[in-house]
Antibody
């Protein structure tokens, strides 16, 4: 069955860095784009970034552009999110989520990980 | 950026009743709209994509309708497990955006 497992969350000081990972299994990872979505405590969902199935295109929310970098290693079935210059407002649960249709980005993320909590605090 | 506005913010209903949730876009998203359900401590679950197509395994009591700027999620007869927060999401233009959510609570 499809599984997405995030890791790498934790507590970091403002201005610090963190790298999240998302390990995928149960589907052909190299055929699907993947998103990162975050949710601040008690708040709604915020899309963060997307990477195409082959890593050729990446998209970012304005709130993280220039600070966060998405990447993937299709040989390891793993997605990454490098987060630099972290701010208090980046505190959230970070989910990776799989695009519904292979080789495309049609609407709908059909599988989500359980999330990893990032806390930015001094 | 396309803004999605969901209404009402909170909906209080009883099991067996019909629920109607609304999502309005600041500009047309054609039918590139999805709905998700999220329960406390869990990841969101995809319910509806392309405005009206049920995702795999979603019960028939969930239905979606609309196009352009106005969309509706209907739950025909509420089951106890349906009380949760519901989000709409658009994929017409980057960035993808979500509505602020509608909390469906037991009356």
């Amino acid at each position: 069955q499809v599984q997405l497992v995030e890791s790498g969350g934790g507590v970091v000081q403002p201005g610090g860095s963190l790298r999240l990972s998302c390990a995928a299994s149960g589907f052909t990872f190299s055929s699907y784009g993947i998103h990162w979505v975050r949710q601040a405590p008690g708040k709604g969902l915020e899309w963060v970034t997307f990477i195409r199935y082959d890593g050729s295109n990446k998209y970012y929310a304005d709130s993280v552009k220039g600070r966060f970098t998405i990447s993937r290693d299709n040989s390891k079935n793993t997605l990454y999110l490098q987060m630099n210059s972290l701010r208090a407002e980046d505190t959230a649960v970070y989910y990776c989520a799989k695009a519904r249709v292979a080789y495309s980005n049609y609407v709908g993320y059909d599988y989500w990980g359980q999330g990893t909590l990032v806390t930015v605090s001094s | 950026e396309i803004v999605l506005t969901q209404s009402p913010a909170t909906l209080s209903l009883s099991p067996g009743e019909r629920a109607t949730l609304s999502c309005r876009a600041s500009q047309s998203v054609n039918n590139y709209l999805a709905w998700y359900q999220q329960k406390p401590g869990q990841a969101p679950r995809l319910l509806i994509y392309d405005a009206s197509n049920r995702a795999t395994g979603i019960p028939a009591r969930f239905s979606g309708s609309g196009s352009g700027t106005d969309f509706t999620l209907t739950i025909s007869s509420l089951e106890p497990e349906d009380f949760a927060v519901y989000y709409c999401q658009q994929r017409s233009n980057w960035p993808d955006t979500f509505g602020q959510g509608t909390r469906l609570e037991i009356k």
